[in-house]
């Protein structure tokens, strides 16, 4: 049986991982395509800084147990001055949960 229109729009298809950073266990979730694709266009404007990237990479995926985000833009600055292994090491996970590395390798095809 395939999925109606309602089921496929409803479903909760947003991955999560628990990572163990920053001294304790976080919980990270996958990007929307609609978050992808704003970051993508602010990577580009920004000139493809690669901490900005990974900072705002990471203040988008840092969820609660509720599912609600920790961080906001607000915490972007703040978030950068944080240790860049624990950083590096949330955002080698986000970036697979957003599919990010599957686009690098279709762009290079």
Known sequence: MFLTKEQILNADDLE?????????????????AEEREELRKEVEASGQDLLKMMVKLVSLTVINEKKERLFT?????????????????????????AGLGVVKETEKN
């Not at 999560?16 to 929307?32: M, N, Q």
């Not at 090491?89 to 949960?97: G, P, T």
């Open 16 to 32: 999560t991982k628990e990572v163990k950073a920053f001294g304790g266990k976080i919980l990270i979730r996958s990007l929307t």
């Open 73 to 97: 833009e607000n915490d972007v600055e703040a978030l950068s001055k944080k240790s860049a292994k624990e950083l590096d090491k949330v955002f080698q996970v986000a970036q697979s949960l």
